[in-house]
């Protein structure tokens, strides 16, 4: 299983960006996917997942700012940012999880500076 993550760079405070995971294989057979960050120096956390049959998690330090979404037949899931903030400064992380097993996409850097 391949992971592969898009989507980050360099953006003001204030901006958005839209980041990209796509799978190897069907998204569908993935109980869930989600994306979590990690900046220096602290633990990954969640941002959000999205669950199989349509459920969704948020992180709480972006709650309110960000929406994951899923595309079945183009096998990708996509986690849109908004109003982002210095803090939000980490590498992101796209997870599929299947059973006992998660797979971890080689991470996206998103920087939020002026």
């Known amino acids: 299983v ?11 405070p204030g901006g958005y960006l839209r980041l990209s995971c796509a799978a190897s ?12 960050r990690q900046a220096p120096g602290k633990q990954r956390e969640l ?10 998690n948020y992180g709480d330090s972006m ?12 096998n990708t899931v996509s986690l849109q940012m908004n109003s982002l903030k210095p803090e939000d400064t980490a590498v992101y992380y796209c997870r599929g999880s299947r059973g006992p097993m998660d ?4 991470g996206t850097q998103v920087t ?3």
Do not use: C, P, T
Not at 47 to 56: E, R, S, W, Y
């Open 25 to 36: 294989e069907s998204i569908l057979s993935f109980n869930s996917m989600g994306w979590f």
């Open 103 to 106: 797979y971890w996409g080689q």
């Open 47 to 56: 941002v959000a997942l999205l669950h199989k049959g349509g459920g969704i």
């Open 112 to 114: 939020v500076s002026s």
């Open 63 to 74: 709650r309110l700012r960000v929406s994951i979404s899923r595309d079945n037949a183009k």
């Open 2 to 12: 391949q992971l592969q993550a898009s989507g980050g760079g360099l953006v003001q």
